[in-house]
C-alpha cells in the first residue's frame, strides 16, 4: 500500500514538473519572438503622411501583417516621423503617444489596440421620501456583467471603461432605476429610490442580481428589513428582531419566549450585538421575553453565523449588526404605537432640510401602571422596562457626513413594603447605554472611510434600603457591569470593480466591574467592596472582495487581535476566507473558514440570558476563547430571484470555552436576597473552569421574497458538544441547547393593499436539562461542621450533565393587519396576533414534586404560554 | 376595557405557578454504592459513610430522614484505610453513627499525606485516594451585631479570617453558641445559609467573612466557631446537598452534580482531606434595638 503510494506520488510529481516545463517553456517563446520583433529596429523618416501609410511601410518592411481597429484609431491622421535605429516599440509609441493604445505580437502579426479609459461612477443610494441612505443596493451594469453594493452609509463606486452603459439600480422593496450614462468623466451620482408599493399587486421580476445569494461571495449570513419583522407574528404583539432572525435555520431560540439565541451552537455571550457600531452586551428585556431593539427605530438587521468578514471579531459564533435610521430629512413623520403591554411613539424629521435630521423613538411598558390599582398600601410592587433611541444626521457636505446615535434601555423592579415603623424598598435595574459619534469622510470617489467613537455600558444594579423604629436603617446595594470606550477606523476602497477592500483599526478599552458591594449595616459600619478589571482590546484587519473572473471569486481577510490586562497581552492573528465558484449562472458553490478570538466572556450559570450573569475578562489566567468554524454550501437562486434556496453544512470546533464549575454560581432570582446572594458568593476567580465544544450541522433555507405570499422554510439538523475538565468528570457531553431537528415555516401573505395576513409555524426538538433523578444519604454526615447539610440528609443528585433530553417543542402562531390609508394619508394599522395557536403546553421546565408527603415524586413539565391573543394599533403620520 | 386587560395581564403574570402536566417518560435514577469519607487530622475519628442510592421516582419515599437513612446504608462493607507506608485499619461499622470508623489515635491523619482507601460491597471493589492539605486557616475572629434580612432585622454572627495565600481555597464555615454558664446540654447552630460556603474570590490572602444568623445576644453567648479549609471536591459535593432538594422548583437553578472520586463500577462519592480550626470566644452581650 506504501508502495503503490509512493508510485503515485512520483507520478504525480512527474506531471507536475511537465505542466511547468510547457509553461514555461511556451512563456519564455512567446517572449522572445515578441521582444525580437518590437525590439528590432528601424529606420523611418517621414513627413506629412498619414498613420495608414507609415503603418503599411513598415509592413512591408518588416514582412508583418499590422491589424487594428479603425474605430480605435484614426489612420487618417497626418504626422511626421523621424526615426533612426530605433526599436520598432519606440517607433510605435511615437504614433501612438497615449499608454491607452497596446501592441502585442501573435505569430506573423502585430496588433495595435486600445485599452478602454476606465473612469469612476460614485455617489450615494437613498430612499426618495426620507433621504434615508440604503445599505445593500444592487448597481449593476448588465454589459458588462459587473456590479457592485452600496456600504452601509448608501455610498458606492464602480470604475467602469468609458462610453455608454446602462446602469441598472435595484432594492428588494424599491422600485429598480434604468439609467444610460455616457461615461467620459468620473462622475457622481446620488440616485433616490422610491419604495415599492407595499401591497404587490403582482410579482415584481426584477433583475436584483447582486442581492441574489448565488451572486455573492459571503455565504451563512442573512439580511432582514424592517417590513419582516413587522409582518411576523409575535407573542404579546411586540414586534421583535431578535424573534425574526431565531426562526433561521442554524440560529436557535433557548427557552420559551426567550430572545436568547444560540447560534451553530454556541452560546449567547458568544453573539457580537452591535447597535450603530457600540456593543451591546445585555440586549434581553425581562428575562429574556424581550429583546431590546424597538423595530420601529430599526433600518435593518444583518446576521452573520460563519464566514466571517475580518472587519468583525471579538464574539466566536455570530455577528449581529442592527442599524437605527437616520431621520426623514425632507419632512415631519412618526409613528405611534399601542399594544397590550407597550406604547411606542417614533418621531423624526429635518432639522434643516436636505442637511440635517432626527429621530427619535421611545417605548415603555405599563403593565406596572395598570396593576396599580391591585396594589395594596403595605405592599407595591411594579416592574416595567423603557428604551430610548435618538439619533442625528447631518450632512456637513458631499464629502463629510456626522452621524450621532444612542440607545438608553432601563429595566426596573421595584418593590415597597410597609409594615407598622418597618419600610422595606427593594430595587433591580439592569440596562444599557450606547453612544456613537460617526463620521463619514469620502478621500476619493474610490476611497470611504468612516471614524467611531463608541460608548457603551451595562450594568445590572441590586439596592435594598430598611428603615425602621428609631432611626435604625440599613442599606445594602450590589451592582456588577461594564463600561466600553472604543474609536475605530474603518475604510473601503474600490479600485475595480472586481475588488472591493475593506480595511481598519480599532481599540476598546473594557471598564469591568464584575462586583461592587456597598453595605451599610444598622450598627453603621460600612463595607465597600470594588473589583475592578481594565483591559485594552485592539483589531487591525484587511479584507477583500475579489471576483477572479466570471465563475470563480474569493474573499480573503486577515486580522490581527490584541489584548491587554495588566502585564499579560495576547496577540493573535485570525484568518478568514470565503469562496465561491459558479456552477451555473444562478448555482454557486461556497465554501469559508474563520477563526475568531472571544476575549471577554459572560458567565452564565442558567444560559437565560439573566441579569445575574456576569461579564468578565480574559486575564493571565483566562485565557480567550477560540473557535474555527468551516462551511461548505451552495446557493442558487431561481424564477427570477423569486425564490432563493441555500444549504449549508458548517463544523465549528471551540477552544478554552469557559463555564462554571458546578456550584460555582447559584442562580436564585426569588428574592432579592437570592439574587444579591448569587453575587456575593459566584466565585469567577475559582469557579471557572475551560474546556472544548464541537459544533456540526447542515442548514436548509428556502425562501420566497417577492410577490403576494413572501416568507421561507428553514430546516437545520445539528449537533453540538461540550467537554470540560471540571464538568461531568471531564467526559463530554451534550450541550444544553443541542437541538438535533430545527425546523420553521414562515409566511406573509399580503392579498390587498388593506389586509396582511402571517403566520409561523415552528418544530425544535426537545433541550437537554439536568435533573436529578438519584437520591442518596447527604455527605454532611460525616462532617465535623453542624447543619451543613441544610437540615436535611437526602441527596438530590444526578451522575451526568444534561441527563434528561426534553420533549419536542412546536407551536404555530397567526397574525392579521387591517391596513387603511385616512383622509389626511396616514396609514393607521389593527393588528392582532395569536400566540400558540393550538395551545401546545411546550416545556420551560422540568420540575419532580410529589403531590403530598406520601405520595411517590411526579415528573412535572411546567409550561408557561399557552394560547395567547394581542392586539395593536398603529398610526404613522 | 380596563378590566379585560387586568385580567390578562393577572393570568401572565399571576397564573404560571399552576401551568404544570404530568410526564410518564421520566429519567429512572441509578443503582449506585455511594462511599463518602471526609479525613482531617484534627478529626478524633476517621469516619466514612457507605449506602446505597435509588431513584428519586422510587416508592419507599415516604419514609421519615432516619428511615431514609437506615433503609439505603450498607453495613456490611469492608472498609480499608491505607497509608503510604501501606500500612492499613479496618474500620467497622458503627451502628449508632452509621459510619464506618475508627479513633484517629489508631491510625494517625498527618497533613501533605496521600491515603488510600478501598472498600468492598455487593461483590464489588472501590478504591479511592486522596491527600490531606497541609495548611489550615490560622486565626478566626467573630463578633456580634444585627444585620437586615428580607425586610427583617436579625441578630448577627460575623466570622471573619484570612484566606490561607498561594493557593485557591475552599471554605465551610460553621459555629454552634449557647448562653455562658448555661445548663442546657444542646448548643444550638448559628445558622450561615449559603455564606458557609466561602471562596477566596475576593483575591488570595485577602479576608473571608461569613454572616450567620445568632439569637440570644443580649446576654453572654458561648461561641464555637468552626472553619474548615477543604478540598474543592468536598465543597462541592456538600454544596450540592445544601442547594439540590431545595430549589427543584427553581427554573433558573441548574442543580449541582456532585464530584466524583471513587474508581470502580457503580461507584460514586468523595475521598478528600480538610483541615478544621476550631475556636471558642465569649461574646456580648450587646445592646438589643427597640423593637426586639
Known sequence: MQKSNCRFNFLVRIKVIRVLFVVLFIGEFSGYTQEEILDQKINLVKENVSIASVLGELETKLDFTIGYSDSAIDISKIISINAKEKTLAKVLRNLFPSKLYQFKVLGKKLLIYKRPKKYTISGYISEKVSQEYLGSVSIYIPELNTGTTTNDYGFYSLSIPEGNHQILISFVGYKNIKKNIDLTSDITININLEPETEYLDEIIISSDQETSKSQITQMSSEKL????????????????????????????????????????????????????????????????????????????????????????????????????????????????????????????????????????????????????????????????????????????????????????????????TVFENERSKQKILWGNITSTLRWNHEFNNKLFSNTSLIFSNYKFTVSKDDRGGANRSSTFKTSSGINDYGIKFDFNYYPTPNHTFRFGIGSTYHDFTPKEINIKNINDDEIVNTQKIKTLESAIYIEDDWRINDKISIYPGLRFSHFQHKSKSYFKPEMRLSAAYKLYPLLTLKASYARMNQYIHRLSNSGLGLPTDLWVSSTERLKPQLSEQIALGIAKDFKNNVYGLTIEGYYKKMDDIIAFKEGASFAGLESVREITGSIRTVDFVNGITTGKGWAYGTEFLLRKKKGKLTGWLGYTLSWSQRQFKDLNGGKIFNERYDRRHDFSIVGIYKPSKRITISGNWLFASGINYNLPNTLGVAAGNNFPIEDVNNNDNILLFNTEKNNFKGENFHRLDLGIQFHKITKRNRERTWGFSFYNVYARKNPFYYEISSENQNSPNVLYRRYLFQFLPSFNYSLKF | MKPYILLIIGFIVLGCDDLKEEIRNRPEGEKLVLINGFLSPEEEIIKVEVSKTISVFDKPLQLQQADFVNTLIIKDAVVVIKNENQEEVELSYSSDSKLYQIASSEFLIEPGKRYTLNVSTEGKEFKATCVIPVTKTESISAAIGFRAVDGAVVENLNVSFDDIKGENNFYIVGALFNVTNSIEENRSVVNFDIERFATDVNGDGLGISANGTISNTSESLEVTVKVANVDELIYTTLKASFLNKDQTSNPFFQPIIPPNNIEGEGGYGVFAGFRLLEKTMTLGPIQSLDGF
Open chain 1, 225 to 416: 428589513n424592517p417590513s419582516f419583522f413587522e409582518d411576523i407574528p409575535t407573542i404579546l404583539g411586540e414586534k421583535d428582531a431578535i424573534k425574526t432572525l431565531q426562526l433561521l435555520p442554524g440560529i436557535q431560540s433557548g427557552s420559551e419566549g426567550s430572545t436568547g439565541f444560540y447560534v451553530r451552537g454556541g452560546t449567547p455571550d458568544q453573539n457580537l450585538i452591535i447597535l450603530d457600531e457600540a456593543t451591546v452586551y445585555n440586549s434581553n428585556h425581562l428575562f429574556g421575553i424581550f429583546s431590546i431593539f424597538n423595530g420601529d427605530a430599526i433600518k435593518s438587521v444583518e446576521i452573520f453565523k460563519g464566514g466571517f468578514p475580518a472587519r468583525y471579531g471579538g464574539r466566536l459564533s455570530s455577528v449581529v449588526k442592527i442599524n437605527t435610521k437616520n431621520g426623514n430629512k425632507e419632512k415631519f413623520a412618526g409613528k405611534a404605537n399601542i399594544s397590550l403591554i407597550s406604547s411606542s411613539l417614533l418621531l423624526e424629521g429635518p432639522i434643516k432640510k436636505g442637511k440635517t435630521s432626527f429621530v427619535i423613538s421611545g417605548r415603555r411598558t405599563y403593565a406596572d401602571l395598570l396593576l396599580l390599582p391591585l396594589m395594596t398600601k403595605e405592599e407595591k410592587l411594579a416592574y416595567y422596562f423603557t428604551d430610548v433611541n435618538a439619533k442625528l444626521h447631518h450632512v456637513i457636505n458631499d464629502k463629510n457626513k456626522l452621524y450621532w446615535s444612542t440607545y438608553y434601555g432601563q429595566d426596573k423592579y421595584r418593590n415597597r
